[in-house]
């Protein structure tokens, strides 16, 4: 599929800043389920700085805006062209070696009960692909979507004992499972493809990635039950959500800060 | 330098400066309560010498009635008073210690020593400690500071950001001094030149180590217009206006030579010192000394807010 | 059973070559000289201002450590072993950081398990991946040395990311040369006053590629209020650079930037006294107030070097010391010059068994722990003492390692009854840029108390002057 992007993040504070600086992961994965045709990450008013691929292979740009600043606006827009590979991350360069995504991270931590859905899942799975399966199938039984019923910083635990979340609370309950069963996961932030009127919320997405030996990374959507296919695009990963955000931020001023997010994701025609 | 360095240079001198000015009130508060006439006056006395210090509230909170004992204890060691003696040399060694590597040896162990003997002095019994030895340490230890800060630092931008930071806080509390002398003490226009305001003018001036150099350079009768002469337009008096103006002048003026530029502050510094230069008493006593001063100490924190945005705050581009 | 303890002055009623005429000094110094050398020495300090506040302790934040007038003493023949064997070291730990972030050869050939690297807290996933300058990314190297006989010097402990007390060294021998020229006179004594212009020099040798002319480095502090403040301002004045915090640089354009009267000017090598986790907040701990946002990605796109490199911790971790000599081994392809103390890993139940059975015999510390904190010396304890730290191994095996108590050597020290022999230790400092460099000295540590084997100034330990002598 083609896919395009419009993506406008703005911040803005309650009074002026002194200024602002932040570290964008914003452009899509390279490997042979995605290839950018074009790509273009901008904020407004700002100073770029140093570029660089870090050592999970995703390209990091940092990015400068000089005070006094009332409003920052992040602005993505491109074309991306993916193909399906059920999951599996086919191609892509990296460093860090799995094993160093066996540990929970605050989100992840497990509790008995995330304990307890690991071990009944994995039960009975043929294969480690099958266990990796059965733990999103059960993750996303357990936890029903529903927007607004968890925060920014709801751990996989919390969000099991609710029952509800959001996207970013299955990657986490997925991850903490994962690590449960004895694999190394990781937190997947991306854009997400969907033609259902209810998709819009979920344009920019986030997903869990599992290694299963053999195969490699493999990512699973537990919130949509499924793997990520041409519908998707992998912009970068992290232990959890709070590592792998596209935009990571801060201003230094005694303002406070909201926030606006406007995504767009769009299939053109060949 | 660092802008941050470059303002804890600033600040040194401010404390040191401020820390001098207090003990000065407090041997002039001294001086007043050895007096005979003292009598009914003599509360009095110490009361304003509260409120120049800026501390009345602060005083009136922990202590209530104000007792010399613990006027002398509050202005001079207590550390909840941020304007005490105590306070000042702290702040300034913990400043010091901070840019320790702008410093020479000589000046670290000024200020260094100053605040060892401060922990010493603590630590005796107060019964034993007589004011005018609290007084007199006070100013041999700002003196020999002053004294290591000429011998020893280099000429360079730290030297004048110091500089800046002892003419600017000397400006303020000369004309804090004589405001309060003219305002708070003596309100009615009818004891101006009576034998009590002349007692306080002398006081005055020997708390600011003037009155010999006040007579020598005036003789004869201590009137107002001497007075506010001395201690604001003349170029010899080394604690007057237009000495400590003149002094931030040359401080930003140097800095701006260094720096090969210039910026919003010398202009106003500049701006400051001709209008002290085109005044004559005359004109201060037609403005009304206290409207004079009160637009004086204005004017000086108007400049010091622009030497903060200048130079201090690390916001220059 | 009573230790033998090598006593590095005495062999029985014999002095040993080394301190021979430190005999005549100290059988000539009346008692109250001493004293009044002594009192001369900590006035001295106390002026210069080299305090140090203890950790959790509250109390004198201006408390000296305790300076010991007796000085050791290592013959050029003893000292040329342990440099070797300490650039050795340093070498072989900043191949494996190389080597960890990058292929992990050591770990594909089976010479160290992947779980004690990849999920160290001290690994940095942030810099995978990443060549800084010349390959180095521990630029200081502190490595704790003891001694337990004329030929017997075993490693404690490495310390990869910012080992402390160099100013100490410094300043020991300062005050001794200021109170005892003869002494410098008659012993031909190895100065160590070259170390600030090394450390600058090997500091500028590991700028970015990226940097132009003369290489603008910084200390960059926590503040003024941290334990080793003094140490931090005392060594940028030593070099001549700037001691900054984190406030006072910033970054734009790819580049860092310190904040000046004379505005914006580009910082080049950060030599930092704080921890990874407060480096950046925007990569690290995001409540941090100490560090520069967005410092990481100019430091991964090659705008600034930091030293040590963000992540070098995962090299001095008392899990994977164990694994130094197989680095020396695997990467240089030379037997260890310095050896390691037998340790036994209580994660591991073999271990744990061994040192649940032997507690009283063994010193017992906390995998991450430093400082002396959380530190069992078997023999010194009480029985109730050993049950409790008994119980904390039991609940959390892999948090501690175990070590036989070494039989720490013993120099002369001044104590109040006169002079008595004192356990002691050696941290010397080596530098790693362009070229491995080591000045000849250290810091020599000295437990005050007597029969004492803890020699942290936390605890109550002393420093000593460190000489080596000249041929």
Same mark, same amino acid.
Not at chain 1, 75 to 104: I, K, M
């Given at each position: 599929?083609?896919?395009?992007?419009?993506?406008?993040?703005?911040?803005?504070?309650?009074?002026?800043?002194?200024?602002?600086?932040?570290?964008?992961?914003?452009?899509?994965?390279?490997?042979?389920?995605?290839?950018?045709?074009?790509?273009?990450?901008?904020?407004?008013?700002?100073?770029?700085?140093?570029?660089?691929?870090?050592?999970?292979?995703?390209?990091?740009?940092?990015?400068?805006?000089?005070?006094?600043?009332?409003?920052?606006?992040?602005?993505?827009?491109?074309?991306?062209?993916?193909?399906?590979?059920?999951?599996?991350?086919?191609?892509?360069?990296?460093?860090?070696?799995?094993?160093?995504?066996?540990?929970?991270?605050?989100?992840?931590?497990?509790?008995?009960?995330?304990?307890?859905?690991?071990?009944?899942?994995?039960?009975?799975?043929?294969?480690?692909?099958?266990?990796?399966?059965?733990?999103?199938?059960?993750? *996303?039984?357990?936890?029903?979507?529903?927007?607004?019923?968890?925060?920014?910083?709801?751990?996989?635990?919390?969000?099991?004992?609710?029952?509800?979340?959001?996207?970013?609370?299955?990657?986490?309950?997925?991850?903490?499972?994962?690590?449960?069963?004895?694999?190394?996961?990781?937190?997947?932030?991306?854009?997400?493809?969907?033609?259902?009127?209810?998709?819009?919320?979920?344009?920019?997405?986030?997903?869990?990635?599992?290694?299963?030996?053999?195969?490699?990374?493999?990512?699973?959507?537990?919130?949509?039950?499924?793997?990520?296919?041409?519908?998707?695009?992998?912009?970068?990963?992290?232990?959890?959500?709070?590592?792998?955000?596209?935009?990571?931020?801060?201003?230094?001023?005694?303002?406070? #800060?909201?926030?606006?997010?406007?995504?767009?994701?769009?299939?053109?025609?060949? | 330098?660092?802008?941050?360095?470059?303002?804890?240079?600033?600040?040194?001198? *401010?404390?040191?400066?401020?820390?001098?000015?207090?003990?000065?009130?407090?041997?002039?508060?001294?001086?007043?309560?050895?007096?005979?006439?003292?009598?009914?006056?003599?509360?009095?006395?110490?009361?304003?010498?509260?409120?120049?210090?800026?501390?009345?509230?602060?005083?009136?909170?922990?202590?209530?009635?104000?007792?010399?004992?613990?006027?002398?204890?509050?202005?001079?060691?207590?550390?909840?008073?941020?304007?005490?003696?105590?306070?000042?040399?702290?702040?300034?060694?913990?400043?010091?210690?901070?840019?320790?590597?702008?410093?020479?040896?000589?000046?670290?162990?000024?200020?260094?020593?100053?605040?060892? #003997?401060?922990?010493?002095?603590?630590?005796?019994?107060?019964?034993?400690?007589?004011?005018?030895?609290?007084?007199?340490?006070?100013?041999?230890?700002?003196?020999?500071?002053?004294?290591?800060?000429?011998?020893?630092?280099?000429?360079?931008?730290?030297?004048?950001?110091?500089?800046?930071?002892?003419?600017?806080?000397?400006?303020?509390?000369?004309?804090?001094?004589?405001?309060?002398?003219?305002?708070?003490?003596?309100?009615?226009?009818?004891?101006?030149?009576?034998?009590?305001?002349?007692?306080?003018?002398?006081?005055?001036?020997?708390?600011?180590?003037?009155?010999?150099?006040?007579?020598?350079?005036?003789?004869?009768?201590?009137?107002?217009?001497?007075?506010?002469?001395?201690?604001?337009?003349?170029?010899?008096?080394?604690?007057?206006?237009?000495?400590?103006?003149?002094?931030?002048?040359?401080?930003?003026?140097?800095?701006?030579?260094?720096?090969?530029?210039?910026?919003?502050?010398?202009?106003?510094?500049?701006?400051?010192?001709?209008?002290? #230069?085109?005044?004559?008493?005359?004109?201060?006593?037609?403005?009304?000394?206290?409207?004079?001063?009160?637009?004086?100490?204005?004017?000086?924190?108007?400049?010091?807010?622009?030497?903060?945005?200048?130079?201090?705050?690390?916001?220059?581009? | 059973?009573?230790?033998?303890?090598?006593?590095?002055?005495?062999?029985?009623?014999?002095?040993?070559?080394?301190?021979?005429?430190?005999?005549?000094?100290?059988?000539?110094?009346?008692?109250?000289?001493?004293?009044?050398?002594?009192?001369?020495? #900590?006035?001295?300090?106390?002026?210069?201002?080299?305090?140090?506040?203890?950790?959790?302790?509250?109390?004198?934040?201006?408390?000296?450590?305790?300076?010991?007038?007796?000085?050791?003493?290592?013959?050029?023949?003893?000292?040329?072993?342990?440099?070797?064997?300490?650039?050795?070291?340093? *070498?072989?730990?900043?191949?494996?950081?190389?080597?960890?972030?990058?292929?992990?050869?050591?770990?594909?050939?089976?010479?160290?398990?992947?779980?004690?690297?990849?999920?160290?807290?001290?690994?940095?996933?942030?810099?995978?991946?990443?060549?800084?300058?010349?390959?180095?990314?521990?630029?200081?190297?502190?490595?704790?040395?003891?001694?337990?006989?004329?030929?017997?010097?075993?490693?404690?402990?490495?310390?990869?990311?910012?080992?402390?007390?160099?100013?100490?060294?410094?300043?020991?021998?300062?005050?001794?040369?200021?109170?005892?020229?003869?002494?410098?006179?008659?012993?031909?004594?190895?100065?160590?006053?070259?170390?600030?212009?090394?450390?600058?020099?090997?500091?500028?040798?590991?700028?970015?590629?990226?940097?132009?002319?003369?290489?603008?480095?910084?200390?960059?502090?926590?503040?003024?209020?941290?334990?080793?403040?003094?140490?931090?301002?005392?060594?940028?004045?030593?070099?001549?650079?700037?001691?900054?915090?984190?406030?006072?640089?910033?970054?734009?354009?790819?580049?860092?930037?310190?904040?000046?009267?004379?505005?914006?000017?580009?910082?080049?090598?950060?030599?930092?006294?704080?921890?990874?986790?407060?480096?950046?907040?925007?990569?690290?701990?995001?409540?941090?107030?100490?560090?520069?946002?967005?410092?990481?990605?100019?430091?991964?796109?090659?705008?600034?070097?930091?030293?040590?490199?963000?992540?070098?911790?995962?090299?001095?971790?008392?899990?994977?010391?164990?694994?130094?000599?197989?680095?020396?081994?695997?990467?240089?392809?030379?037997?260890?010059?310095?050896?390691?103390?037998?340790?036994?890993?209580?994660?591991?139940?073999?271990?744990?068994?061994?040192?649940?059975?032997?507690?009283?015999?063994?010193?017992?510390?906390?995998?991450?722990?430093?400082?002396?904190?959380?530190?069992?010396?078997?023999?010194?304890?009480?029985?109730?003492?050993?049950?409790?730290? *008994?119980?904390?191994?039991?609940?959390?095996?892999?948090?501690?390692?175990?070590?036989?108590?070494?039989?720490?050597?013993?120099?002369?020290?001044?104590?109040?009854?006169?002079?008595?022999?004192?356990?002691?230790?050696?941290?010397?400092?080596?530098?790693?840029?362009?070229?491995?460099?080591?000045?000849?000295?250290?810091?020599?540590?000295?437990?005050?108390?007597?029969?004492?084997?803890?020699?942290?100034?936390?605890?109550?330990?002393?420093?000593?002057?460190?000489?080596?002598?000249?041929?």
């Amino acid at each position: 599929m083609i896919l395009t992007v419009s993506h406008a993040t703005t911040y803005r504070y309650s009074a002026p800043m002194r200024g602002a600086v932040q570290s964008l992961r914003l452009t899509p994965s390279r490997f042979d389920g995605q290839a950018a045709r074009e790509w273009q990450v901008e904020v407004e008013g700002g100073i770029r700085g140093g570029s660089f691929r870090d050592g999970a292979g995703d390209r990091v740009e940092g990015w400068s805006v000089r005070g006094p600043v009332r409003e920052v606006t992040v602005r993505v827009s491109g074309q991306v062209e993916t193909r399906d590979l059920h999951g599996v991350l086919a191609g892509h360069r990296e460093t860090v070696p799995a094993e160093a995504y066996l540990c929970a991270s605050t989100p992840t931590e497990p509790d008995a009960a995330l304990v307890a859905l690991a071990q009944e899942a994995a039960a009975g799975a043929s294969d480690a692909l099958d266990r990796a399966h059965l733990l999103a199938a059960a993750v *996303r039984a357990a936890i029903a979507y529903r927007p607004g019923a968890t925060h920014a910083h709801t751990t996989a635990a919390e969000a099991l004992a609710l029952g509800e979340g959001v996207c970013q609370d299955h990657a986490h309950a997925l991850i903490a499972s994962a690590h449960v069963a004895g694999f190394a996961a990781r937190y997947v932030s991306g854009y997400l493809f969907s033609d259902a009127a209810a998709g819009a919320q979920e344009a920019a997405h986030a997903w869990a990635e599992i290694w299963v030996n053999g195969l490699g990374w493999i990512g699973f959507d537990a919130a949509n039950a499924c793997c990520p296919d041409d519908r998707y695009i992998r912009l970068g990963s992290g232990r959890d959500a709070q590592e792998a955000a596209p935009i990571k931020g801060l201003a230094m001023g005694p303002g406070s #800060e909201s926030l606006e997010v406007a995504v767009a994701v769009g299939a053109s025609q060949q | 330098m660092l802008s941050r360095t470059a303002e804890n240079l600033f600040w040194i001198a *401010r404390y040191i400066e401020r820390a001098e000015t207090m003990a000065r009130l407090l041997e002039v508060g001294g001086r007043i309560a050895l007096m005979p006439q003292a009598g009914h006056g003599y509360r009095n006395e110490w009361d304003s010498l509260l409120r120049a210090s800026g501390t009345a509230s602060g005083f009136a909170q922990k202590y209530g009635d104000p007792v010399q004992r613990n006027i002398e204890s509050y202005l001079f060691f207590d550390r909840d008073n941020p304007s005490s003696v105590a306070s000042c040399i702290e702040k300034a060694r913990e400043n010091g210690r901070i840019v320790r590597t702008a410093l020479t040896t000589q000046v670290w162990d000024a200020l260094n020593a100053a605040f060892q #003997e401060m922990r010493a002095l603590e630590r005796r019994p107060r019964s034993e400690l007589e004011l005018t030895q609290l007084t007199e340490w006070t100013m041999r230890h700002t003196a020999m500071l002053r004294g290591a800060i000429d011998a020893t630092l280099l000429r360079n931008d730290g030297y004048h950001f110091l500089g800046l930071g002892f003419a600017l806080e000397r400006a303020d509390n000369t004309a804090r001094l004589l405001d309060v002398k003219y305002y708070v003490l003596l309100p009615r226009v009818d004891l101006v030149g009576s034998g009590l305001d002349n007692y306080q003018w002398q006081t005055l001036l020997r708390a600011l180590s003037s009155h010999r150099a006040f007579h020598w350079a005036y003789g004869g009768e201590i009137t107002a217009g001497k007075i506010a002469h001395f201690l604001i337009l003349n170029r010899q008096s080394p604690r007057s206006l237009m000495t400590a103006t003149g002094e931030a002048v040359g401080h930003l003026d140097a800095l701006a030579l260094a720096y090969g530029c210039a910026t919003p502050a010398q202009e106003r510094a500049r701006r400051l010192l001709r209008q002290l #230069e085109t005044t004559s008493v005359e004109d201060v006593f037609e403005e009304g000394l206290h409207e004079f001063l009160t637009r004086f100490v204005q004017d000086v924190g108007g400049l010091a807010a622009l030497v903060q945005e200048n130079y201090l705050s690390g916001e220059a581009r | 059973m009573a230790i033998e303890f090598f006593n590095e002055m005495y062999q029985g009623s014999q002095v040993r070559a080394p301190y021979a005429r430190l005999e005549d000094w100290m059988r000539a110094m009346p008692a109250e000289f001493r004293q009044m050398k002594q009192a001369e020495a #900590e006035a001295l300090f106390r002026r210069i201002g080299i305090t140090f506040a203890v950790y959790g302790e509250g109390g004198d934040p201006d408390r000296l450590i305790p300076f010991d007038m007796f000085p050791r003493v290592f013959t050029q023949v003893e000292w040329h072993r342990l440099e070797r064997g300490i650039k050795q070291r340093a *070498r072989a730990l900043n191949a494996f950081l190389l080597d960890v972030y990058g292929r992990g050869e050591i770990i594909r050939a089976g010479r160290i398990p992947a779980r004690l690297v990849y999920q160290n807290a001290a690994y940095e996933r942030a810099v995978a991946g990443f060549t800084p300058p010349r390959g180095v990314y521990s630029h200081i190297v502190g490595i704790d040395l003891v001694r337990t006989g004329p030929d017997d010097f075993f490693v404690l402990e490495d310390n990869c990311r910012t080992p402390s007390g160099v100013s100490y060294m410094l300043e020991n021998r300062e005050i001794m040369m200021r109170m005892f020229p003869a002494l410098f006179r008659e012993n031909r004594i190895e100065p160590v006053d070259g170390y600030p212009d090394l450390l600058r020099r090997t500091l500028a040798s590991v700028a970015p590629a990226k940097c132009e002319g003369e290489p603008v480095v910084v200390i960059l502090t926590p503040g003024h209020f941290n334990s080793a403040y003094y140490e931090h301002s005392f060594l940028a004045d030593l070099m001549g650079v700037e001691l900054v915090e984190g406030a006072d640089l910033f970054v734009e354009g790819g580049f860092v930037w310190m904040r000046t009267t004379e505005g914006p000017k580009k910082v080049d090598v950060i030599y930092r006294r704080i921890d990874d986790a407060y480096l950046d907040p925007l990569c690290f701990r995001p409540d941090s107030m100490l560090g520069i946002a967005g410092l990481m990605d100019v430091y991964r796109s090659g705008g600034v070097s930091i030293a040590s490199a963000p992540g070098a911790g995962v090299a001095d971790d008392k899990a994977i010391y164990t694994f130094v000599p197989e680095m020396i081994r695997f990467y240089l392809g030379e037997e260890p010059v310095l050896q390691n103390v037998p340790t036994w890993q209580c994660g591991k139940p073999d271990d744990l068994g061994h040192v649940l059975d032997h507690l009283a015999e063994l010193v017992v510390k906390e995998v991450h722990g430093s400082g002396g904190y959380g530190m069992l010396v078997g023999p010194r304890s009480s029985a109730a003492q050993l049950e409790a730290f *008994r119980a904390r191994v039991i609940a959390n095996p892999g948090n501690y390692i175990a070590q036989p108590t070494l039989a720490l050597s013993t120099t002369p020290t001044f104590v109040n009854e006169g002079i008595a022999p004192r356990h002691v230790d050696l941290r010397p400092y080596c530098l790693v840029g362009e070229r491995i460099e080591l000045v000849p000295g250290g810091l020599t540590r000295v437990a005050l108390t007597d029969g004492s084997l803890v020699v942290n100034s936390s605890q109550g330990g002393g420093v000593k002057d460190t000489w080596v002598l000249a041929e």
